[in-house]
Structure formats: C-alpha cells, structure tokens
C-alpha cells in the first residue's frame, strides 16, 4: 500500500489522507450513519469504548485537522455497510473494523484525552441501558 510507510506504518503528513474533499465526504457519512450503526451492534461490539472514545475525538473542534482525518477514515470504514469481513458474519464480522479503528488510534493517540474516554463510558453506559 503506497499510503505505508518504509515500515509499514501510515504516514499521517501524507496529504492524501487530508483531502479536504474526502474528509468532507467521511464526516458526513460517520455523522450520519454511526449513532444508527452503533445502537444496532452495541452488544456485539466489545471495543465500543475505543470506537465511541474516537468518535467523540473526531467531532472535538480541539482535534487537529490530521488527527481528525485519520479517525473519520477509520469511523467511515466502520459504519459503511460493505468492508473486507462483511459485520454479519458472527464471531468474525468486525474483525476488520477492529483492526482499522486499532491502527487509526495508535496513530493518533495522544490526542484521544481523558474526557474523550469519559464521554465514550458515559455514552456507551447510556446505549447499554436503552437511553441512548
């Protein structure tokens, strides 16, 4: 993959991963499709207080713009309906979403603050409980 660096790892200086135009495009779909998405899969999903803790980081004006474009891709890759490992396919469905959102967040982890953590715990107490 030509977005890897020589070690394998992404290079979040890559301006490809910063287009403007698809940053727009994956906001818009992670704004639209991941509170749906996340109420239906909740209980399936057991890395839901990474995947809230990024979102929550993604909409944080503070979160620069890099940061950002890094986490909406990972986001988008999760709510899109059609990936590598379709969701449906029980034990093995977002094993693929994982392994996206893990990478996004080693990227970027230092800009995933503790109230990004509290509002995913909270957020995720509140799904769990119906009230979301």
Known sequence: MEWLGKEGSMNIDDPRIQLPAVVAHNEKTVRGRFWPKIRRSVAQIPFAPDLLAAYFCAMDPQTPPKVKAVLLGALAYFVLPTDIIPDF??????????TVLLTAIAIVRGHLTPLHQEKAASHLHRLKDGAV
């Not at 396919?89 to 994982?98: H, Y």
């Open 89 to 98: 396919i029980a034990g093995l469905g977002f094993t693929d979403d994982l």
